[in-house]
């Protein structure tokens, strides 16, 4: 696909469910990393001497589920500043930071050595009989596709009867290379449940409970001061997230 096709280019349009799209675009000595879907907008771009990393940028850009969100940046860039770029998610546990932050910082180190940018474009549909379909495709081409009951793998070839809530403990079973991918699936898995979510009966992170814990803004100690910010979008109709930096973006000659 031309950067024009990719900058319109939506996964099965008019189906109702999350779209993202996350954008890597490497360059000397640094990644540049954005990430948008229907509740977040974030963006990371890593400096490195190509092994480490020496500074890092972060923040939200538009919108972001909860007010705490964008000091979520300041850790990252405090933790990460110095570890090994191929080592970045031996520094922490995920669950101390933005996951959306952390994650697109570990998948723009993973393409550091790249010589042109990389577009993630993932898609999960709204259950139907309690399954959904989804799908990620790079760069315009088809990368993985499955079928999901919660988060239960029921169709996807070899994948089919895996656990994404048990990830961790079956991740070395599978090739090194097929990881990455995966990692963004099971992101898509993760959040599709702020569809259908009562936004309305939640003020504050500390009223979600069984979040207790799971990012930045939902450890103890700030989750009761977590406010509500949700700017929920649907991108099942029109261009997809980030459209316009596709746009400009992929357009640009590969680096040699």
Same mark, same amino acid.
């Given at each position: 696909?031309?950067a024009g096709d990719l900058a319109t280019f939506t996964?099965?349009?008019?189906?109702?469910?999350?779209?993202?799209?996350?954008?890597?675009?490497?360059?000397?000595?640094?990644?540049?990393?954005?990430?948008?879907?229907?509740?977040?907008?974030?963006?990371? &771009?890593?400096?490195?001497?190509?092994?480490?990393? @020496?500074?890092?940028?972060?923040?939200?850009? %538009?919108?972001?589920?909860?007010?705490?969100?964008?000091?979520?940046? #300041?850790?990252?860039?405090?933790?990460?500043?110095?570890?090994?770029?191929? !080592?970045?998610?031996?520094? +922490?546990?995920?669950?101390?930071?933005?996951?959306?932050?952390? %994650?697109?910082?570990?998948?723009?180190?993973?393409?550091?050595?790249?010589?042109?940018?990389?577009?993630? $474009?993932?898609?999960?549909? #709204? &259950?139907? +009989?309690?399954?959904? +379909?989804?799908?990620?495709?790079?760069?315009?081409?088809?990368?993985?596709?499955m079928t999901v009951r919660g988060s239960l793998i029921v169709a996807g070839g !070899?994948?089919?009867?895996?656990?994404? *809530?048990?990830? @961790?403990?079956? %991740?070395? %079973?599978?090739?090194?290379?097929?990881?990455?991918?995966?990692?963004?699936?099971? *992101?898509?898995?993760?959040?599709?449940?702020?569809?259908?979510? +009562?936004?309305?009966?939640?003020?504050?992170?500390?009223?979600?409970?069984? $979040?207790?814990?799971?990012?930045?803004?939902?450890?103890?100690? @700030?989750?009761?001061?977590?406010?509500?910010?949700?700017?929920?979008?649907?991108? $099942?109709?029109?261009?997809?997230?980030? !459209?316009?930096?596709? &746009?400009?973006?992929?357009?640009?000659?590969?680096?040699?």
């Amino acid at each position: 696909m031309t950067a024009g096709d990719l900058a319109t280019f939506t996964i099965r349009p008019g189906i109702p469910g999350v779209r993202r799209s996350q954008l890597i675009v490497p360059g000397p000595g640094l990644v540049e990393a954005e990430v948008e879907d229907d509740f977040h907008h974030f963006r990371v &771009a890593l400096h490195h001497d190509g092994g480490v990393v @020496r500074k890092i940028v972060a923040g939200a850009v %538009e919108r972001w589920p909860w007010t705490t969100c964008p000091a979520a940046a #300041d850790h990252l860039a405090h933790r990460l500043t110095g570890a090994r770029l191929d !080592a970045l998610a031996e520094v +922490d546990r995920p669950q101390a930071h933005c996951t959306h932050m952390h %994650e697109l910082a570990l998948l723009a180190a993973s393409h550091a050595g790249d010589c042109a940018p990389v577009l993630y $474009s993932s898609f999960i549909a #709204d &259950a139907i +009989d309690d399954t959904q +379909d989804a799908e990620v495709w790079i760069n315009g081409e088809p990368a993985l596709a499955m079928t999901v009951r919660g988060s239960l793998i029921v169709a996807g070839g !070899a994948l089919a009867g895996r656990d994404f *809530r048990q990830y @961790r403990q079956w %991740e070395s %079973e599978v090739p090194v290379d097929e990881r990455r991918v995966l990692k963004v699936m099971r *992101r898509m898995v993760q959040i599709t449940g702020g569809r259908g979510f +009562d936004y309305g009966a939640t003020p504050t992170a500390a009223h979600i409970g069984p $979040s207790t814990g799971a990012c930045y803004t939902f450890q103890p100690e @700030r989750a009761a001061e977590a406010l509500l910010t949700m700017d929920k979008r649907d991108f $099942s109709f029109g261009p997809p997230p980030l !459209a316009g930096l596709i &746009a400009e973006v992929m357009d640009r000659p590969a680096r040699k």
